[in-house]
C-alpha cells in the first residue's frame, strides 16, 4: 500500500477492522475525511454481529489524496478479513448527480438484487450502477471467498450528517434485512 509510505497511522489515517466470524463483512474502504459519514453507516449496518472493517482519513485533503479506488485497494488487513467472509458490501459515497437513489454494483448478483429489493421496500431509491458497476474482480468487495461482494454508492444526500439521523436506522436495516434474507437461503 503506497500509502502507507507517505501518511502515519493513527495521525494521517487509522483503520478499524473487526472480525466477528460473520459470513458477511461490512466495509468502508473510503472513510473519514475521504467519503463522509460512510464509516458511520458501514458500522451501523455491521451492528454488533457482522464483520466491520474502516479506512479513515483524520485529516482533510484533496479528494485523490486518500481516496484509493477500490480494484486497487490492498490494505493487508482489508484483504484478509474480506478473504475470511463469503461475501461483503462495501459503502461509499459519491457526489449529487440529481438523484438520491443508491446505486447497487458488485458481483453478488443475488445479495444486489435482495439489497435492491429491500431498500426500494423501505422507501429508498436503488438502481443498478451503470456507472461505477464494482465488478472487477480485484475491487475489494469481490475478494471474498465466493469472489463476490456488493457495492453501495450512496448520494451527498443520503450520507450527509443531518440526514442520517433520520434515516440511517431505517436505511441500515433494511440493508440488514437483506444480509439475513440472502444468508437464510
Not at 91 to 99: A, I, L, N, Q
Not at 159 to 178: I, M, P, Y
Amino acid at each position: 500500500m503506497e500509502l502507507a509510505d507517505s501518511e502515519r497511522l493513527g495521525i494521517d489515517y487509522r483503520i478499524r477492522a473487526l472480525d466477528r466470524g460473520s459470513e458477511v463483512v461490512i466495509l468502508a474502504p473510503h472513510g473519514g475525511w475521504i467519503e463522509p459519514n460512510t464509516s458511520e453507516i458501514a458500522g451501523a449496518i455491521a451492528g454488533t454481529d457482522l464483520s466491520f472493517y474502516a479506512f479513515e482519513a483524520l485529516r482533510n485533503g484533496p479528494h485523490g489524496h486518500y481516496h484509493i479506488t477500490s480494484h486497487r485497494f490492498d490494505e493487508p488487513s482489508a484483504i484478509e478479513l474480506v478473504g475470511k467472509s463469503s461475501t461483503s458490501i462495501a459503502v461509499h459515497g459519491r457526489r449529487r448527480d440529481g438523484t438520491d437513489a443508491v446505486w447497487l454494483g458488485g458481483r453478488d448478483t443475488r445479495l444486489r438484487e435482495a439489497v435492491r429489493i429491500s431498500l426500494q421496500e423501505a422507501g429508498f431509491g436503488a438502481e443498478i450502477n451503470q456507472r461505477l458497476p464494482g465488478l472487477d474482480e480485484a475491487n475489494i468487495c469481490n475478494r471474498t471467498r465466493s469472489g463476490m461482494g456488493v457495492q453501495l454508492e450512496l448520494s451527498t444526500a443520503a450520507h450527509k450528517a443531518d440526514n442520517r439521523c433520520r434515516l440511517l436506522q431505517s436505511f441500515c436495516e433494511a440493508v440488514r434485512n437483506s444480509v439475513r434474507q440472502s444468508c437464510a437461503t
